[in-house]
């Protein structure tokens, strides 16, 4: 029984060792790497002039907003690719990117304040505590031949 065992484990080494040798057929012709942006979040206030009362309050506060998104491991993928192309793609026509590492990071943002785009409008806002969301990434860019 141990020797089928043995046999049958061989075979499937052997199997994984062909088809693994037949996909190192690349070469390495640089790398990328990058920042994605995704959004910002914030605390948002608003202007309490309504009234001569709130108005002494000064700003009354709105609540928290996440206006940042996730992005996967493939579309972060499909970004770095893209970049590839676009950097290595007029003198290789068959690339792609192994290796794809990347990290989340937040920077803080100074505070903002502007007026509604709303025609009529006088409404002052402004954000406070803004973090931007960026994705960091980079690459190994290989050609196939």
């Not at 075979?11 to 994984?16: C, E, T």
């Amino acid at each position: 029984m141990n020797a089928i065992k043995k046999k049958a484990l061989l075979l499937l080494l052997f199997i994984f060792g062909i088809s693994a040798m037949s996909a190192q057929n690349y070469r390495v012709i640089g790398s990328v790497s990058g920042i994605q942006n995704a959004g910002e979040m914030f605390e948002l206030y608003k202007s309490s002039a309504d009234s001569f009362r709130e108005y002494l309050a000064g700003w009354r506060h709105l609540g928290s907003r996440d206006d940042t998104k996730d992005f996967s491991y493939d579309q972060i993928n499909k970004i770095c690719l893209e970049q590839a192309k676009r950097e290595y793609g007029r003198y290789y026509s068959n690339i792609d990117v192994i290796g794809l590492k990347y990290d989340i990071d937040y920077e803080y943002l100074e505070d903002e304040e502007y007026y509604s785009n709303v025609v009529g409008s006088s409404a002052q806002y402004r954000k406070k505590d803004r973090q931007q969301k960026i994705y960091k990434y980079s690459a190994t860019v290989i050609s196939y031949e």
